[in-house]
């Protein structure tokens, strides 16, 4: 037998350092190839470190949480062979050439009778606590313990996770199985005390959103601008091209609607389509519109990038959109699709409020929030009609972006969406 060493790898971009993000092995396990072993965070994704090997996990090398250096050793696993250093060869080679001690001959005791069988108690599983989670709350966990839960009719949201921050585990499915559901003390008395306290470590990606939020708030001079959108129209619109073209060409959203609305207007604004060093002082403008659309996955808020949004019908828009959400949710989106974003658009979908304050991804100097469609009462040509109205909530870099130029793009949003012909005009 011998040790593999898997070293910290070079991710590239000038990486040095990265994040030990979460542990999917513990020491005793055996895996196989291509196992994902842990996920380390950069500053830009989250990365899957495989197995290379088939072995025995013997060491780890770090904690979660713990920022460790390209190069440094992260796990080390028992192998067949010699594996790859050279402890295993220097010990077989110091047990070959060492003397063979002399040892006296003694007849060979009487064999002992063989132990009677003996049954192995079933393992003890430890009873959980409730868990309260709220019914949209997504808990970690991966997709094969997600369709554990579905196939054994369990809700995640009341399991009790025992992996790193909490991750979901198939055996706390098992446990839970075995226990069955434990009533609450709260469902007995909703006005019990509770005095339980959690406490959960900031580490992976929601230190880096907390670092990436606390920068842009520190470094830019952020200044907010809401307008008032009639989308009756565009909604229809909507409408009318998923009952025509939806079975062939897939179904529309606002946000497709919005990305054409945001590249059109952009063509007047070019200054907003820019990204600013702050340290060299220098701003950046650009031609090719890579629209960043913030997405919420299980693991915090991320950043897929619908690249040359300009260059993209509305239906290639809709349909990148859908497979870098999809992407993003599922922990599959590569570093490439997570960075190199020139204006940021974000939506709470039905949640979106009423009006929002979103912070700038820095480096870009503008940001576009969408807030949710309500239907009220709106006096036109004299008239008392019903209109579907939603708010644009957008920021801005007030050191790059003046507050006319602004309001100026967000203008010129407006009318493209409420006369939605003219997104589709040259």
Not at 155 to 162: D, E, H, P
Not at 368 to 390: D, F, L, S, T, Y
Request: hydrophobic share 45%; glycine share 8%; no cysteine.
């Amino acid at each position: 037998m011998g040790t593999h060493v898997i070293k910290m790898p070079d991710i590239g971009e000038g990486i040095a350092e990265v994040e030990l993000s979460v542990w999917h092995v513990k020491v005793g396990d055996l895996v196989v190839e291509d196992q994902v072993l842990a996920d380390v965070m950069t500053d830009k994704a989250m990365v899957d470190i495989p197995s290379p090997v088939h072995g025995k996990v013997i060491s780890l090398g770090g904690e979660p949480g713990e920022v460790m250096a390209v190069g440094s050793i992260l796990i080390s696993i028992e192998v067949e062979g010699a594996g790859n250093t050279k402890d295993a060869p220097v010990a077989a080679e110091a047990v070959k050439t060492a003397p063979a001690p002399v040892v006296e001959a003694k007849p060979a005791p009487a064999p002992a009778p063989a132990p009677a069988p003996v049954s192995k108690p079933a393992p003890a599983v430890a009873a959980q606590a409730p868990v309260a989670r709220e019914a949209d709350e997504r808990p970690l966990a991966s997709p094969a313990v997600r369709k554990h839960a579905l196939d054994a009719g369990i809700a995640l949201r009341l399991v009790q996770g025992s992996g790193p921050a909490g991750r979901i585990l198939h055996e706390d499915l098992d446990a839970y199985l075995l226990q069955g559901p434990t009533p609450t003390k709260t469902a007995a008395n909703p006005y019990a005390e509770l005095n339980d306290e959690e406490q959960i470590p900031v580490i992976g990606m929601r230190r880096k959103i907390a670092q990436r939020m606390q920068d842009a708030t520190r470094r830019a001079a952020h200044f907010s601008y809401v307008e008032e959108i009639d989308v009756t129209a565009l909604d229809e619109l909507r409408v009318h091209l998923n009952e025509k073209h939806g079975a062939t060409r897939g179904k529309l959203t606002l946000l497709p609607f919005i990305v054409r609305a945001m590249v059109v207007a952009l063509r007047d604004f070019p200054q907003i389509n820019a990204r600013y060093d702050d340290d060299a002082q220098v701003i950046t403008r650009l031609g090719a519109v890579h629209v960043g659309v913030a997405t919420q996955s299980d693991v915090g808020l991320m950043v897929p990038v619908v690249r040359h949004a300009e260059a993209r019908s509305l239906w290639g828009n809709a349909e990148e959109i859908a497979r870098l959400a999809t992407a993003a949710r599922n922990g599959k989106a590569s570093r490439d699709e997570l960075s190199g974003s020139t204006i940021t658009l974000t939506s709470l979908g039905a949640l979106g409020g009423i009006v929002s304050t979103p912070v700038l991804n820095l480096p870009e100097v503008a940001i576009v929030g969408v807030n949710r469609i309500v239907e009220r009462p709106m006096v036109i040509k004299g008239q008392i009609v019903v209109r579907k109205m939603m708010n644009l909530s957008s920021s801005f870099d007030h050191r790059v972006v003046d507050g006319m130029d602004a309001a100026q793009f967000i203008q010129a949003i407006r009318g493209l969406l409420e006369q939605p012909a003219s997104l589709f005009l040259e």
